[in-house]
Every structure is written in structure tokens, then in C-alpha cells.
């Protein structure tokens, strides 16, 4: 167990609509990140906060979007939602989000979207 | 861009070694980290090295770094059938911010 909590596990959701992924991270971790991984993009980093603030953005579509609240817990908002969207979602965190620093990662939330 | 490359599939027999190689492209890479991803499973870190170390040793597993020619490689000693599972390699960069590059992954079967 990474310590990182990640819900649900498990989405269904049809095309066009919008879903919410929830990370809390480890206890003392204030770096938060999102990746997707699918088959044919592999693992893709997304985006990464740090106390409440964006640090680092990577493959992430404008129809998603992401906050960290004050409470570190995190959340991946994903709209207009389309086929290719499916995936598994991984929320990862680390203590200061600086190389070096160790990032642990959550078991996913599977979404498909029908 | 970053670009991390390794061999899709190994397939080795319970008590031998395992070897999985990486080779990466970013030179600035500070450190380097070895994944493990069971069946429906998240991603369980198994080690890592810093760029400017040669070998770490944990247990079962070697980590090699070649930073000349951008080569990593896991030996995993005594492989068991637990072992069966997709390795991913990551590098990460030295931007300041801690994200990381992985490579598409090996898969390592185990047979009895």
C-alpha cells in the first residue's frame, strides 16, 4: 500500500459527459500528480501540484482540468468526455515535488467511457 | 524530447535471472527509477538511481546506469513467478520539477 487513495476505482460513463477523480495523497506529501495510461500512449504524465499551487503541466487536454485544495487532496475533472478518453488514471504524490523526492503512486480509477 | 525506449516482452524460467534493459535520451536526467505493475494493479516504485552512481544493489535487484550511452538495465536474481509483472522505466529530468518520462514498459513472465 503506497498510501496514495485513489476513487473510484472503477467509472462507467458515457460519451459527453463529466466525471470527477479523486486523489488524497500520502500523510506529509504536498506534491501531487495526475498520469494516463493507455495502450497506445503508454503512461503520460499530466499535471503536477504543489501545496495548493500548479507547478508543471504536461499532456493534458484542455477539456481536463485539476486542482489541489487546501486539505492537499486532489481532484481530475475530465469533460466532454470522448471513446478515446478510457483509460487508467493514476494520482502519484511526493513530499516537495524536487527530484529526488520519491513519487509514490495510487492504485488508479479505471474509467471507460461507453 | 525525452524519449525512454525498452524491450516489449522477457520471458525467463523461475531461478534464473532476469535482466531489463532502458536506454534513455535525456542527458540531463537526475534520476532514474525502476516500476513494477501487477495485473489491475498501480505502480509500485522498486528503486531508483542517481545519474551520478554506476551500480545500486537492493536485495534481488541490480540497477546498472551507463550514462554515456544513456543504458539502464534491472537485474532481478532468482526470479520467481511473483515476479511476473510489467517493468516500467522512468527518468526524471533536472527542470526543477519532479515529473517523470516512462518508457512503455516489459513484460516479464515467469514460467515454473
Known amino acids: 500500500d503506497s498510501g496514495v487513495t485513489q476513487t473510484p476505482k472503477h467509472l462507467i460513463t458515457a460519451t459527453g459527459q463529466r466525471v470527477t477523480l479523486r486523489c488524497s495523497p500520502r500523510?506529509?506529501?504536498?506534491?501531487v500528480y495526475w498520469y494516463q495510461q493507455s495502450l497506445d500512449q503508454g503512461l503520460q504524465f499530466l499535471i503536477q501540484?504543489?501545496?495548493?499551487?500548479?507547478?508543471a503541466k504536461g499532456n493534458i487536454l484542455e477539456r481536463f482540468s485539476a486542482q489541489q485544495f487546501p486539505d492537499l487532496h486532489s481532484e481530475l475533472n475530465l469533460s466532454s468526455l470522448e471513446l478515446g478518453d478510457s483509460a487508467l488514471y493514476f494520482c502519484?504524490?511526493?513530499?516537495?515535488?524536487?527530484?529526488?523526492?520519491?513519487?509514490?503512486f495510487g492504485e488508479g480509477s479505471w474509467l471507460t467511457v461507453v | 524530447g525525452e524519449d525512454v525506449e525498452q524491450s516489449l516482452f522477457l520471458s525467463v524460467r523461475e531461478g534464473d535471472s532476469s535482466v531489463i534493459n532502458c536506454t534513455y535520451t535525456?542527458?540531463?536526467?537526475?534520476?532514474l527509477y525502476w516500476y513494477k505493475q501487477e495485473p489491475g494493479a498501480g505502480l509500485q516504485l522498486l528503486t531508483y538511481i542517481f545519474s551520478n552512481m554506476d551500480m545500486k544493489q537492493d536485495q534481488r535487484l541490480t540497477v546498472l546506469l551507463n550514462k554515456k550511452d544513456k543504458h539502464l538495465s534491472l537485474r532481478i536474481a532468482d526470479t520467481q513467478t511473483g515476479d511476473s509483472a510489467i517493468y516500467f522505466c522512468?527518468?526524471?529530468?533536472?527542470?526543477?520539477?519532479?515529473?517523470?518520462?516512462f518508457g512503455k514498459g516489459t513484460m516479464l513472465l515467469v514460467s515454473p
Open positions: 501540484y504543489y501545496n495548493g499551487e500548479e507547478r
Open positions: 502519484a504524490s511526493s513530499f516537495q515535488g524536487s527530484p529526488g523526492n520519491t513519487i509514490y
Open positions: 500523510s506529509g506529501d504536498l506534491s
Open positions: 535525456d542527458s540531463s536526467s537526475t534520476y
Open positions: 522512468a527518468e526524471e529530468g533536472d527542470s526543477g520539477y519532479s515529473t517523470l518520462t
